[in-house]
């Protein structure tokens, strides 16, 4: 019995997403998983998230859930402003404290918490079509 619980917990540990600093070959390695979630996180606790599974968009928010096809300029899009707010974190920021987001998939997890606090997707969402 002791045996069972003891590997339960060493499957639980090793599925869980390793956090890695955000530099852009720790970004690029989620990316090539090409199934990967970028999370916004308020203070409030409130998270949107845009997710990638295979060329499909998937947007969550506190409106319905909308799923379509990704196209080549949209990403192109993402990742210019995945680069920026990169270039805007800064790491003695607290993420419970603040506004953060978050890149991760099965394996790592990237926590970017930037500068500008009002430096939010929302103009990403509206440029996407995805406010509805």
Do not use: W
Request: net charge neutral; glycine share 2%.
């Amino acid at each position: 019995m002791k045996k069972i619980v003891l590997l339960i917990i060493v499957i639980f540990l090793m599925s869980c997403a390793r956090t890695l600093e955000p530099t852009p070959e720790n970004i690029n390695k989620i990316f090539l998983s090409k199934d990967f979630t970028f999370e916004f996180h308020k203070k409030d606790g409130v998270c949107e998230s845009l997710s990638f599974r295979n060329d499909y968009l998937v947007y969550k928010s506190d409106q319905p859930t909308l799923r379509r096809e990704i196209t080549y300029d949209e990403v192109l899009l993402i990742n210019d402003f995945i680069q920026k707010i990169v270039n805007k974190h800064v790491k003695d920021l607290d993420p419970e404290a603040n506004s953060h987001y978050v890149i991760k998939n099965t394996a790592y997890k990237v926590i970017i918490v930037p500068r500008q606090e009002d430096f939010y997707f929302a103009a990403l969402i509206k440029t996407l079509k995805l406010d509805g």
